[in-house]
């Protein structure tokens, strides 16, 4: 157990409204991602954090915004959320130097209506 | 930029036979890593196992292990003596160089049917 948590679980919401998803962490990790998950396409990159006020892109990173501004919390901010972004929408946390590997929150699964 | 393959949408296999899991990647990283992550029904994203590049020794995890083949870019997952708790859908991930961002295939679904 990663000690990584994201709220809400579940959320329903209407086209044109903004949304915001957090992810986090008990461990002080420094590195932090959003992905998202749709059949098909298996895991994709959203934005990634490296630090405290560190963040960049990924690959589906359009409608999106992040915001770090505690080690703890990681947040996904969907500005004008539109049907395109429902999806699951996981957190990960990669371990201290020397670790590769990521580990992952338990996911938020959001419909836009 | 790196590419993940898994050439087998779905595979489905008998409780306690052996199963073979494909996956292929492109990089031209000389230092990466491998991994295979599980998702069963309850969506949580499970690390399986891991491989360093570096390493030429096949990775081992109980009843899980790869095949690494470098040159062939090759990664394949072998699950022995199935059992009805591996129903998931396997991810087959890199990373390479500096670079810490995972890039994931498509995914297989694997049943293990009683």
């Known amino acids: 157990d990663a000690g990584i948590t994201q709220s809400p679980r579940h959320k329903v919401t209407e086209t044109g409204t903004p949304v915001t998803l957090r992810c986090h962490q008990t461990?002080?990790?420094?590195?932090m991602y959003w992905y998202r998950q749709d059949p098909g396409h298996g895991l994709r990159l959203i934005h990634y954090?490296?630090?405290?006020?560190?963040?960049d892109k990924g690959e589906v990173s359009d409608g999106y915004s992040v915001s770090r501004s505690k080690t703890e919390d990681f947040l996904l901010t969907l500005e004008s959320a539109t049907s395109s972004q429902t999806s699951v929408y996981f957190c990960a946390i990669k371990p201290g130097q020397g670790s590769y590997e990521q580990y992952f929150g338990p996911g938020t699964r959001l419909t836009v209506t | 930029a790196q590419t993940v393959t898994q050439s087998q949408p779905e595979m489905s296999v008998q409780e306690a036979e052996t199963v073979t899991l494909s996956c292929t990647y492109d990089?031209?990283?000389?230092?990466?890593?491998l991994f295979w992550y599980k998702q069963p029904p309850s969506r949580q994203m499970i690390l399986v196992i891991r491989?360093?590049?570096?390493?030429?020794q096949n990775a081992t995890e109980n009843r899980f292990s790869v095949n690494f083949q470098k040159a062939a870019k090759s990664f394949s997952l072998k699950i022995s003596d199935s059992q009805l708790g591996d129903t998931a859908m396997y991810f087959c991930?890199?990373?390479?160089?500096?670079?810490?961002?995972?890039?994931f295939g498509k995914g297989t679904l694997l049943t293990v049917n009683p």
């Open positions: 461990e002080n990790h420094r590195y």
């Open positions: 990089t031209s990283e000389n230092n990466y890593y």
């Open positions: 991930a890199f990373i390479g160089g500096s670079n810490y961002k995972l890039t």
């Open positions: 954090s490296y630090g405290v006020k560190d963040t």
């Open positions: 491989q360093e590049a570096y390493k030429q």
